[in-house]
């Protein structure tokens, strides 16, 4: 099951704050974040990396990019 | 495209460049231990506007004109500009002002801090501490919900406008230039004695701010963020960066003996320890509420960032309000005005910290 968190328009550190309040709520093994710039872009997929997710697709759209990321395993 | 300059690697490299040019500023003429100093330097730039007119430190500091220019230029380059405000601009002027008085207790921001221990001055270790404790109460906050909430998107024009009022910045200097032994050269005020009336050559200090200004906008480089994501996440990744800076700083110095341990008789520094910890204390408390060091603010102006902008201007009104009340610290120490100038702004940090905070779910 995958949600989605919606950072867009906040600045640091929120996106990062968001994604990990996500990851660790661990009733989704996959989450969508949104995000706006590229710093949150670099910072959320830091974030799951270090919590052992996966980053498993950046795409770009109008309003900045859809992070997926995975639970591995 | 994979962003190398936001890896481990990058950030130590940022650092690095960055204690490096800050040493080698000082001996090209900048003040010791002030290679660059955000809040030092905006405050000379707030003087030589005559905004205040404390008549030792007015200087059109070219070196912050190069950052807003240098991540101006980055952000256009790779795509990276993106006009926005509208997040507490209020709240950002005040959180940038108290910053400012904070800083100017200590006599420094968080790089003056780093290039003050990497000068030997012990004094700077209370500063240091002082910035983890005010960024740790920062910390609380954001884990309590703290945000003041979102930006939107707005014109480009909008995000030029910082970059655009440096640029007049560095007009009025080459239009009127320093004179020699003259406290004004037209509409701008320079010091003849003190640490505004030393600086390194313009070209120089132009270059390296445009230099820096590219590299810390696509390594993200944040002396408060090193600080408050180490705390806040366990991530080491800024403070690797914020690490390197000192480490290179203080090698470059003993290469240019530069390098002077001990308390008393620093440059630019007082030894009142309660007061380097706690002006220090409330900086750090408001760059973490703004969400960024001086600096990153200034980076993030350039790409386009209204809010960041308004911290900056919040900056310039703090210097002005600091010598025109008598906040600001000297080599004699702190006053008393600035002491309690540092209550106010804890009053008002926490009061923006305790109130600012949507309902946790």
Not at chain 2, 123 to 134: F, K, M, P, Q, V
Not at chain 2, 197 to 213: C, D, E, K, R
Not at chain 2, 256 to 285: C, D, E, R, S, Y
Request: hydrophobic residues 50%; positive net charge; proline residues 4%.
């Amino acid at each position: 099951m995958s949600s989605i968190v919606d950072t867009r328009g906040l600045s640091c550190p929120q996106p990062v704050i968001m994604t990990m309040k996500g990851i660790d709520k661990k009733d989704a093994d996959e989450l969508i974040v949104l995000v706006d710039t590229d710093t949150a872009k670099e910072n959320v997929s830091r974030a799951a990396l270090s919590r052992g997710w996966e980053v498993a697709e950046i795409q770009r759209d109008d309003e900045g990019y859809r992070i997926t990321i995975r639970k591995e395993g | 495209m994979r962003n190398i300059l936001a890896t481990k690697r990058g950030i130590i490299g940022v650092g690095l460049a960055i204690g490096v040019l800050a040493s080698l500023l000082q001996f090209w003429g900048n003040p010791a231990n002030m290679g660059i100093c955000v809040a030092c330097f905006v405050r000379d730039m707030t003087g030589a506007l005559g905004l205040h007119r404390a008549p030792v430190v007015q200087y059109m500091r070219p070196e912050i004109i190069g950052f807003v220019l240098g991540s101006f230029g980055a952000a256009y380059l790779f795509k990276e500009f993106r006009p926005r405000l509208g997040s507490a601009p209020i709240v950002r002027f005040i959180l940038g002002a108290f910053a400012m008085i904070g800083a100017l207790i200590f006599l420094g921001c968080p790089w003056r801090a780093l290039l003050r221990l990497a000068g030997g001055d012990g004094n700077a270790i209370l500063g240091l501490l002082g910035l983890i404790a005010g960024i740790w109460i920062g910390t609380r906050f954001l884990k309590a919900g703290y945000n003041l909430g979102p930006t939107h998107k707005t014109y480009s024009s909008v995000g030029w406008i910082f970059p655009l009022i440096m640029v007049g910045f560095l007009a009025l200097m080459l239009v009127y230039p320093a004179i020699p032994g003259e406290t004004q050269s037209g509409v701008l005020f320079y010091s003849v004695e003190g640490p505004g009336s030393m600086y390194a050559p313009l070209a120089v200090s132009l270059i390296v701010g445009l230099g820096i200004g590219f590299l810390a906008q696509k390594s993200r480089f944040c002396t408060m963020g090193a600080i408050r994501d180490l705390i806040l996440f366990k991530q080491t990744h800024l403070f690797v960066g914020f690490i390197s800076l000192a480490v290179a700083a203080f090698v470059t110095n003993l290469v240019l003996h530069q390098f002077n341990p001990g308390f008393v008789g620093q440059p630019v520094a007082h030894t009142m320890h309660i007061w380097n910890f706690a002006g220090m204390m409330l900086a750090g408390l408001a760059f973490s509420l703004a969400g960024g060091c001086p600096g990153r603010q200034l980076f993030l102006s350039g790409e386009g960032d209204g809010d960041a902008a308004i911290f900056v201007v919040g900056m310039v009104a703090g210097a002005a309000f600091a010598h025109n009340f008598g906040l600001a610290s000297s080599g004699e120490g702190a006053t008393t005005a600035g002491m309690v100038a540092v209550g106010i702004g804890m009053v008002v940090c926490l009061l923006i910290g305790f109130t600012m905070r949507e309902k946790i779910a």
